[in-house]
């Protein structure tokens, strides 16, 4: 089974491309930590007010798009990694 290099994805035999990143497919999988070091990833801040009702319209947006996300003192949205988006 062919499988893409940056993310990780199987396809079917007779595929040649990730349709995600558009680049060539290999035939063994990642190695499980070449994987992991490209998902080192940081918190970020999405969205920074001094209104707490903002923050937390902003941070139910993103929870509606399937975006993990916290509030860090009640003002800040802080956006976290997902699979999705690594």
């Given at each position: 089974m062919?499988w893409c290099?940056?993310?990780n994805a ?16 290999v035939?063994?999988?990642?190695k ?6 490209m998902?080192?990833?940081h918190?970020?801040v999405?969205y ?16 509606a ?6 509030l860090?003192n009640?003002l800040e949205?802080i956006?976290l990694?997902?699979?999705?988006y690594?």
């Open positions: 062919p290099p940056k993310c199987e396809y079917v035999d007779g595929v040649t491309v990730c349709a995600d990143c558009g680049i060539e497919l035939s063994e999988p990642p499980r930590e070449a994987h992991q070091a998902r080192k990833v918190d970020v999405v920074a007010t001094s209104d707490p009702y903002d923050a937390r319209i902003v941070q139910s947006l993103l929870r798009s399937g975006i993990p996300s916290l860090r009640g949205v956006g990694p997902s699979e999705r690594a």
